[in-house]
């Protein structure tokens, strides 16, 4: 079965500097989606991903798809504290309608 | 405004006790799923609904029971069955057209004593 992979499990960066996310997959990957969680709350979709090389772009934050379609990048540029949460990465499975989950990729903030 | 509401924000049972986690939407999506978040874990699914009255099992569906009589509510119950029923329960909803993204709602928490 597909497994996703997300790298670091944890990250905590300096306001202002940049970082990236990873997200890797088992298996071709024919549709990734990003989200962003705050603690203790619902996901916020922040990007989908389809075709490989595609790169997609919200405010500060860049998504990713390697062109083997198998491992994703999240890039946020000059982080803010509003940037803080757990992002999470979910792909289309063999099952119809079910997404398969990475375990999230919680970011701190030092201001 | 469209979106997904859950209620309660927080909800506390004592052990053996059935309880009902609410999940409604407006959205006019026709799929709606409810999730299981546990510390760092990613989600796992429960229960998902293509259609009104129409429910299928998802990868940890024992314990919990759902109905769809109408196309914006989706009731998740946990019963006494379920045996660590403490966790962080996420409902969603998707169009099931091309873009089939899911939206989520806030979340509850349910806490059993």
């Known amino acids: 079965s597909q497994e996703l992979e997300q790298s670091p499990q944890s990250l905590i960066v300096q306001e202002g500097k940049n970082l990236t996310i990873n997200c890797t997959s088992s298996?071709?990957?024919?549709?990734l989606y990003w989200y962003k969680q705050k603690y203790g709350e619902g996901l916020i979709f922040l990007m989908m991903?389809?075709?490989g090389g595609e790169e997609k772009s919200h405010e500060k934050i860049t998504a990713k798809l390697d062109e083997k379609k198998q491992q994703s990048s999240l890039h946020i540029t000059a982080s803010q504290p509003s940037h803080a949460g757990i992002y999470l990465c979910?792909?289309?499975?063999?099952?119809?309608?079910?997404?398969?989950w990475g375990a999230g990729t919680k970011l701190i903030i030092k201001p | 405004d469209g979106g997904i509401t859950q209620s309660p924000k927080y909800l506390f049972r004592k052990e053996g006790q059935n309880v009902t986690l609410s999940c409604e939407q407006n959205?006019?999506?026709?799929?709606m799923y409810w999730y299981r978040q546990d510390p760092g874990q990613g989600l796992r699914l429960i229960y998902y609904?293509?259609?009104?009255?129409?429910?299928q099992k998802g990868d940890i569906a024992e314990g919990y029971s759902v109905s769809r009589e109408k196309k914006e509510s989706f009731p998740l119950t946990v019963t006494s069955a379920q045996k660590n029923p403490t966790a962080f329960y996420l409902c969603?909803?998707?169009?099931?057209?091309?873009?089939?993204?899911?939206?989520f709602g806030p979340g509850t928490r349910l806490t059993v004593l």
């Open positions: 991903l389809q075709k």
């Open positions: 959205l006019n999506h026709d799929a």
């Open positions: 609904s293509q259609i009104v009255n129409d429910f």
């Open positions: 979910g792909a289309d499975g063999d099952s119809n309608y079910q997404l398969i």
């Open positions: 298996k071709t990957l024919y549709g």
């Open positions: 969603a909803s998707s169009p099931r057209t091309s873009d089939d993204t899911q939206y």
